[in-house]
């Protein structure tokens, strides 16, 4: 792949809209626009005019007008690439933004690939890496939670955290590397003690960060919830509420649910993937066996279960409600479990007061009227630990910084016990040379064609 070309692609959504935008990037970008634009002010020059500056007129091929446009014009360093950047904002037809990127293309722009405008912005140094993947999450951050998250990142919250802890240690580093270079005369030029606090320092924030990655990946990605129980005890009704609207079939046949159905919704800013699995419950229909078959599997991927069962019939045999979910507990002792008890409009007080005495902790529900469902989303985010999040502490959410961190890590400790066992200083340089290694891995200091290619090929064509 080569950065040195002009490069075009649409920047909005494919499709017909109201308004398009073709962004050209490269150092040619500004000279092509302008030989295919006339302004409405007489004799203008795009590349006579300021950076940052938009400009009303036409595209034109030969004397043919393609459409009436803005050009905005960004000029060299101090553009999204840290190239000259054109963006042309025209009429949303499919045809018209075609005609205007088959103009470009012929006039000696190519294509953009997937990502590539923000790749040049990494190797021009408009963005470290870590930013530059926090673009991508911003894009694809559809609650309050992951934007924010993907912001703070953008931002370089995560970045400056992990380069001031490399330049400290890159510092140190170049201390014990001097001392071998005069091994002979024994001298020491890093300190010590003030080397051990360092570490110590390196590996509190390390394991902070490798700890936040547990809240980070299920909020960048959601959090799965199993809604399981007997059949027709009210799941899909349940769904259905949560939902605020009709996805799943009700009725009063039992079994009406043979496959999975899953809706994702936002609660307090967090992203929970609801799954209506069919009843449990021992039955001949092949088709509801494949069905309950797939609720455990559900039951597995899920990291919280919602265990609801039919109060109304249930208020006479709890013994055998308390061993169902004894069951589930002894099956999936890690697994968060919701106890709730379903149709509670049909008990009276004393009903009522006798359930929550045999069992601890049960939510009180009617999916039907919606009584109890604010209280179940409540216990839901109280189950997820947020408080990083609203003390705006950097989390991570990107697997490849985690397994960096994990990495960087390891080789801190392997620091420590040098330290503690009074390791030579050759054998510590190789250590810390190590972890340098993976703190320049997230931040991309350290990076190859491969690495890159995988990261960016991630992104839309036209960001």
Known sequence: MTHQDTIVALATAAGSGAIAVIR???HEAISIVDTHFRSVVKNKSLIKQQTHTIHLGHIIENE???DEVLVSVFKNPNSYTGEDVVEISCHGSNYIQQEIIQLFLRKGCRMADAGEFTLRAFLNGKLDLSQAEAVADLIASDNEASHQIAMQQMRGGFSSEIAKLREELLNFASLIELELDFAEEDVEFADRSQFKELVERITFVLKRLIDSFAVGNVIKNGIPVAIVGEPNVGKSTLLNALLNEERAIVSEIAGTTRDTIEDEISIGGIGFRFIDTA???ETKDVVESIGIKKTFEKIEQ???TVYLFDSSKSIFNLKEIKLEIEKIKNKYPQKPLLIIANKIDKLDDVQLAELQNEIKGV?????KT???VEQLTNSLLDLINTGSLRNNETIVT??????????????????KHGLETDLSGDLLAIDIRQALFHFGEITGEITNDDLLGN????FCIGK
Do not use: M, P
Request: charged share 20%.
């Open 24 to 26: 050209l990037s490269g």
């Open 64 to 66: 043919r007008v393609i």
């Open 279 to 281: 009843g449990i419950r």
């Open 302 to 304: 899920s990291q919280v």
């Open 363 to 367: 939510l009180l529900l009617s999916a």
């Open 370 to 372: 919606g009584f109890g």
């Open 398 to 415: 990107n697997s490849r910084h985690y397994d960096a961190l994990l990495k960087a890590f390891e080789e801190i400790q392997k620091v």
């Open 455 to 458: 990261i960016f090929a991630n």
